[in-house]
Nanobody, 122 residues
Framework: QVQLAESGGGLVQPGGSLRLSCVAS????????MSWYRQAPGKERELVAS???????DYPDSVKGRFTISRNNDKNTLYLQMDNLEPDDTAVYRC????????????????WGQGTQVTVSS
C-alpha cells in the first residue's frame, strides 16, 4: 500500500523559509513523477510543484521563483524548499505521486498522508 509521510512544516514569519520532506513507500518511487499539493481551509487543493522521474520540474505562477522541488531517489524522499514565504502560503502541504490525480479529480483523502502544516504569519 502506498504510504506518504510529510514533515518539516511549522510557523514562520513572512519572508521566511521552510524545507518540507516526504518519505514515500509502497511503490517504485524512483520511476514516478511526484508532486506537492496544498490545501487551506475553505479552498480547493492546489498543485504547487511537480517533478518527473528524470528531474524536470514545474510550478504554478503562485510559487514560481520561491519554491523548489527536488527528490532523492536513494532515500525515497521528496523535498520542497520554500523561500520568501507569504501569508497566502498557509496551508496543509501533502505529497503524492502524480497518478493520485487526474486533471480534474484526485484520490479520496484517506489515500493521502496526514500532511504537514505550514503557517506564515507575523
Amino acid at each position: 500500500q502506498v504510504q506518504l509521510a510529510e514533515s518539516g512544516g511549522g510557523l514562520v514569519q513572512p519572508g521566511g523559509s521552510l524545507r518540507l520532506s516526504c518519505v514515500a513507500s509502497g511503490f517504485a518511487f524512483s520511476t514516478y513523477a511526484m508532486s506537492w499539493y496544498r490545501q487551506a481551509p475553505g479552498k480547493e487543493r492546489e498543485l504547487v510543484a511537480s517533478i518527473t522521474d528524470s528531474g524536470r520540474t514545474d510550478y504554478p505562477d503562485s510559487v514560481k521563483g520561491r519554491f523548489t522541488i527536488s527528490r532523492n531517489n536513494d532515500k525515497n524522499t521528496l523535498y520542497l524548499q520554500m523561500d520568501n514565504l507569504e501569508p497566502d502560503d498557509t496551508a496543509v502541504y501533502r505529497c503524492a505521486p502524480n497518478f493520485f490525480c487526474s486533471p480534474s479529480l484526485c484520490y479520496p483523502d484517506h489515500y493521502w498522508g496526514q500532511g504537514t502544516q505550514v503557517t506564515v504569519s507575523s
